[in-house]
């Protein structure tokens, strides 16, 4: 056993004494049983009893107990579980008020046995939790206790950012003991893994590319944030626009498809270990756009809009990147007749494809002459075209009939006249006027 006897008797305010226990180093509960007493004549206390635990030779934080008066002698007890590799070792201490009186700590005994009536803590077990998770566990006291004892959990947070709160729960009560009791336990060996949910390092590697797929490789072997993975997921996004699809994923390489020609997406992979909330935000995204696909049809209802003597103005329905499954197109007008007994091929571009009632006029044709004419849709993938339209130009003046094939017979009574055609007619000549 141990004595401690303090005069506060000439003490200023603050002075503290100090009686230190050996280490307890045992993998087992022990049970420091000790009487103590806090007195004065005048009433005002004469100082603070504080007692400490202090864990593995750390800092010894806040008093575990304290009193300022008895009166008279009273009895103690504290129930400590350590558990190895883990010690402790209880401190005593007295600070004085600047009151004279006495404070005495006597019969200190540390008992290899569970207390006779302070409940002491069981060994918890470990569990895991995901950041922004709860977890919950059970802290077991065996033993009886009544409302006014206190349960001392001594909790060590790894992780500063973590918050711990709980409730008492009791599942019987004693009579009032004038016996105060006390339980502290070691939660050193008990280890509450903060798990943060895996995120990829590096974006996924894209592997081969077409106009509705895209194959990649996920790249996602290197993390920050905890193992072990147990799940994988593609999530994928059109650059502009708010559309997004996530998909699970078995494999190191994986195929999106179902996708829009000459499309920019954001492709991304979520990883997800074990437990509520496991799945760690998305991992760099790998930015990548589709290829062109073949038009899906030539132009459609081209038609005539005027016809004159030298030109003609056609117009077709319009489309847009549905029927071009590209961003990035032209559209030519391709168009043949004949003149001076040969035929003659020309192509133009048009630039009315965005217009709502898009239009095109081909100019220096022949008149009344006959004109095949069709569109041509291209993009860097493929070509599609029109039906052919054959219009017909109109009449227009002929040329003048050939002075040197004009000859004249006379008569007696008449002249006789005959002629060439002109060189182009333009048409059916329908009178020749002398």
């Known amino acids: 056993g141990s004595f401690m006897l303090v005069n506060t008797s000439g003490r200023f305010a603050g002075q503290k004494a100090h009686l230190l226990m050996p280490h307890l180093k045992e993998n087992d509960t022990h049970c420091i049983d000790f009487h103590y007493y806090v007195s004065s004549k005048s009433g005002a206390s004469p100082g603070t009893l504080n007692v400490y635990v202090k864990v593995n030779d750390g800092p010894v934080g806040n008093p575990v107990w304290n009193t300022s008066i008895t009166a008279t002698w009273s009895r103690a007890e504290l129930a400590i579980s350590t558990f190895w590799p883990n010690f402790y070792q209880v401190i005593f201490e007295v600070v004085t008020s600047g009151h004279s009186g006495y404070v005495a700590i006597d019969e200190v005994k540390v008992l290899g046995h569970p207390c006779t009536k302070t409940p002491h803590f069981l060994r918890l077990q470990s569990v895991e939790v995901n950041a922004g998770q709860f977890a919950t566990f059970q802290c077991t006291a065996n033993g009886g206790t009544d409302s006014s004892d206190r349960l001392w959990l001594q909790v060590i947070p790894f992780f500063p950012n973590a918050l711990i709160s709980g409730e008492r729960r009791e599942s019987e009560r004693n009579e009032k003991s004038e016996k105060f009791g006390l339980s502290i336990s070691s939660l050193l060996d008990f280890i509450l893994p903060l798990n943060s949910p895996p995120v990829p390092i590096a ?26 993975i147990i799940q994988r997921e593609v999530e994928y996004r059109t650059s502009s626009g708010s559309w997004y699809d996530i998909q699970p994923v078995d494999s190191t390489s994986y195929k999106i498809g179902h996708l829009d020609p000459d499309t920019e997406y954001e492709i991304s992979v979520l990883l997800t270990r074990p437990g509520e909330g496991g799945t760690g935000s998305p991992g760099p995204a790998l ?16 038609e005539v809009v005027e016809i004159k003597s030298r030109q003609i103005t056609i117009c077709w329905e319009p489309f847009g990147y549905n029927v071009t499954r590209c961003h990035r197109y032209n559209l030519t007008v391709h168009y043949r007749y004949q003149a001076g007994g040969q035929e003659q091929v020309r192509e133009e571009v048009s630039w009315d494809t965005e217009s709502s009632h898009p239009q095109h006029t081909i100019t220096n044709l022949s008149p009344y002459t006959n004109v095949s004419i069709k569109l041509v849709l291209m993009n860097p ?27 004249g017979s006379t008569f007696e009574e008449k002249i006789f006249l005959q002629w060439r055609e002109p060189a182009q007619t333009y048409g059916v000549i329908t009178l020749y006027e002398v």
């Open 203 to 228: 974006p996924p590697q894209l592997s081969s590319v077409g106009a509705t797929y895209l194959w990649i490789q996920l790249n996602a072997n290197s993390i920050n944030g905890d193992g072990p």
């Open 381 to 407: 993938e493929g070509r599609k075209e029109s039906q052919e339209l054959v219009v017909q130009t109109d009449e227009d003046v002929p040329s003048a009939v050939p002075l040197e094939s004009i000859q």
């Open 287 to 302: 930015k990548t756009r589709t290829k062109c696909a073949d038009p899906m049809r030539g132009p459609r209802r081209l």
